[in-house]
C-alpha cells in the first residue's frame, strides 16, 4: 500500500467542490449517528502534514476542527495506513501502540474506526475515521465493512475534483516554468490605415516558446482555470509596454485585456512607462458581463489619462455587441469571421457595412482584422473601413522591425499592393 503522501506532495488542500463537500458532510453524519460514535472527520494527507477536509461531531465544539493542519505523526492515521494499528479499535486502553499516543489521552479517544481514502490510482487522498470518547466494545467487523463502503464513495465523489486539482496543479507548474524561461514573448502586429497602407499603429501579442508548444489562447485558458490569468495577462501587458520602448511614438499601442482583469488584477499599475494618449486597451472577453459599472469604474480614470478602448472581435457574437452599447468604445474592431470572404458574401459585407454606418454616426474608428486577400481589403476599402490588420498586410513582428518599416514609409510588397488596389 502506499504510504500517506507519496503519491501527493503538495502544500495546499484539494479543491472540492461544494456540492461533494455537502455530500461528505452528509455522510460523516449519518455514519457517526449510525455507529453512535462521537466524532467523524475526513482528513486528507499533505505531504509531512494532513488537514481536516469535513468534520461531524456529536457536541457543538469538536475536538478538531475543519482546515486544521496537524503533523502526519501525531494521531492515529499514519500508523493506520502503515499497518501498525488495526482499523477497527473498539477499545484503545487494549492496544498498546494506541495507549501511547498523546490524543488518546488528550481529546480523549476510546474506540478508534479509521479507513483510507483510496483513489482510482491506488494513491490514498486521506482516511474517513470515527472515534469516540469511550471505549464502544460493540463495534465489530460490519462495522468496519460499513466504514469501507462509504469511504470507496467519497473516493469516487471526490474523484473528478481531485484530477481537476492536479491538471490545476500541474499547469501552475508549466506556466511557472514558461514565464521563468522568459515567455510570454511580445510580438506587434501592425496596424495599417487602408487608403495609403501606412502604419498607423501595433497590437501586442503573446508568444509562448515553452514546451508544450501550443497556441497563447491555450495557454492563458489554462493560466485561467488555474487561478493565474490575470497575473499573466498583466505580465503580457507589463512585457509589452516595456517593448514598446522601441517602437515609433506616433503608433498606438493595442493591449488585450479581459474584463475580469481590468476588474480584479491591478491594471493600472501595470500600465505605466508608456504615453497613456497612445493606449488602447482591447476588451477581449466573449462571454457576457453580469454588471458592467465595475468595469465602466475601472475604464474611467484610465480613459480620463487619454487611453481608448477597443472592444475586439466585434461581429463574433452576442456579448460583443453587448459590450459595444454598454461601454461606448473609441474603437470598434471586427472579428476574422466577419472580414473572411468579405468580398464574396453580402451578409458578412452588410454586417461589416452596418458597423461602418454605425461608426460613421457615433465618431467610433473602425479597424478590421483578419485581412488575408487583395479582394478582402479593397471589399473595405469601399466600405470606407479606415484601418486593418492582417496577414495579407503584415505578420507579428519585433519591435525593432516595425520602426524599420515605418521608418522606410511603404515596403516594397506594400508599395505593390498598394498600386494593385488603386
Not at 3 to 8: I, L, T
Not at 261 to 288: C, M, Q
Request: glycine letters at 8%; a negative charge.
Amino acid at each position: 500500500m502506499a504510504g500517506p503522501g507519496s503519491e501527493r506532495q503538495d502544500a495546499a488542500p484539494t479543491t472540492i467542490s461544494p456540492r461533494i463537500v455537502e455530500n461528505i458532510d452528509r455522510v460523516l453524519k449519518s455514519v457517526r449517528g449510525y455507529l453512535g460514535m462521537d466524532v467523524a472527520f475526513l482528513s486528507e494527507f499533505l505531504g509531512a502534514n494532513r488537514t481536516f477536509r469535513s468534520v461531524d461531531s456529536a457536541r457543538p465544539t469538536a475536538p478538531i476542527k475543519v482546515g486544521g493542519v496537524i503533523s502526519m505523526s501525531a494521531g492515529y492515521c499514519q500508523h493506520i495506513v502503515e499497518g501498525r494499528l488495526p482499523e477497527l479499535i473498539p477499545n484503545t486502553k487494549a492496544v498498546p501502540l494506541a495507549r501511547s499516543i498523546p490524543e488518546t489521552r488528550t481529546i480523549p479517544i476510546g474506540a478508534h474506526l479509521s479507513v483510507p481514502v483510496k483513489l482510482e490510482d491506488g494513491s490514498i487522498f486521506g482516511t474517513f475515521c470515527c472515534f469516540s470518547f469511550s471505549p464502544k466494545s460493540d463495534l465489530d467487523q460490519r462495522d468496519l465493512e460499513l466504514m469501507r463502503t462509504f469511504s470507496r464513495l467519497i473516493a469516487s465523489q471526490i474523484a473528478a475534483d481531485v484530477e481537476n486539482d492536479r491538471e490545476r496543479r500541474h499547469n501552475i507548474e508549466l506556466i511557472r516554468a514558461v514565464v521563468a524561461e522568459g515567455d510570454p514573448q511580445i510580438l506587434f502586429q501592425p496596424i495599417y490605415r487602408l487608403k495609403d497602407l501606412k502604419i498607423a499603429g501595433v497590437e501586442a501579442l503573446s508568444r509562448f516558446m515553452g514546451e508544450p508548444r501550443r497556441s497563447p489562447d491555450l495557454w492563458f485558458a489554462d493560466a485561467e482555470e488555474a487561478g493565474m490569468g490575470s497575473a499573466l495577462e498583466l505580465l503580457a501587458v507589463r512585457k509589452a509596454i516595456a517593448a514598446a520602448v522601441e517602437l515609433p511614438q506616433q503608433l498606438s499601442v493595442n493591449l488585450n485585456i479581459s474584463p475580469k482583469t481590468l476588474i480584479e488584477g491591478k491594471a493600472a499599475e501595470s500600465l505605466v512607462g508608456i504615453d497613456p494618449r497612445r493606449v488602447v486597451i482591447e476588451i477581449t472577453e466573449h462571454t457576457p458581463i453580469p454588471d458592467y459599472e465595475p468595469l465602466l469604474a475601472v475604464l474611467k480614470p484610465l480613459r480620463a489619462s487619454g487611453m481608448r478602448v477597443a472592444i475586439d472581435d466585434a461581429g463574433a457574437g452576442y456579448s460583443s455587441l453587448r459590450h459595444v452599447l454598454k461601454l461606448s468604445p473609441d474603437i470598434i474592431k471586427l472579428d476574422i469571421s466577419l472580414t473572411r470572404d468579405l468580398d464574396r458574401d453580402p451578409m458578412r459585407r452588410a454586417m461589416a457595412a452596418a458597423l461602418a454606418e454605425f461608426g460613421n454616426h457615433t465618431g467610433t474608428k473602425i479597424v478590421a482584422e483578419g485581412i488575408e486577400t487583395m479582394e478582402e481589403l479593397e471589399a473595405l476599402r469601399a466600405l470606407r473601413i479606415e484601418k486593418g490588420q492582417g496577414f495579407h498586410l503584415g505578420h507579428p513582428q519585433t519591435a525593432a522591425a516595425i520602426r524599420a518599416e515605418y521608418e522606410r514609409g511603404l515596403t516594397p510588397d506594400l508599395d505593390l499592393k498598394l498600386a494593385v488596389g488603386t
